[in-house]
């Protein structure tokens, strides 16, 4: 059973940054689509970035392409997502998800079948 967890969300001010952490319990990120998705109320879940564990490639979704950045600790079987120079519309539930396979076109939420419960980080301007 895989377990993801995700932290690290929390309040900013427009310009702020913060630091998401994507944990996978009982389980090892080894050839792994690793992504993050984010939804704001009344919005649809938008994929932000992935990466490969295998080889640590980053995608990005071009609203968040020079400010975000994601990475992985493969020891501590933890992807994170940097948050940099963050917006009021970064403001949404941000949640971890995973597939094992490649990245090549997942940008839908129906191409992962593990998720996280969710963090949320707002942005206030």
């Known amino acids: 059973q895989v377990h993801l967890v995700e932290s690290g969300g929390g309040s900013v001010q427009a310009g702020g940054s913060l630091r998401l952490s994507c944990v996978a319990s009982g389980y090892s990120f080894t050839r792994h689509c690793v992504a993050w998705f984010r939804q704001a109320p009344g919005k649809e879940r938008e994929r932000v970035a992935n990466i490969y564990t295998r080889d640590s490639s980053p995608e990005y979704a071009d609203s968040v392409k020079g400010r975000f950045t994601i990475s992985q600790d493969a020891a501590k079987n933890t992807v994170y997502l940097q948050m940099n120079s963050l917006k009021p519309e970064d403001t949404a539930m941000y949640y971890c998800?995973?597939?094992?396979?490649?990245?090549?076109?997942?940008?839908?939420?129906?191409?992962?079948?593990?998720w996280g419960q969710g963090t949320q980080v707002t942005v206030s301007s």
């Open positions: 998800a995973a597939v094992f396979a490649l990245c090549l076109g997942r940008w839908s939420r129906d191409a992962y079948n593990y």
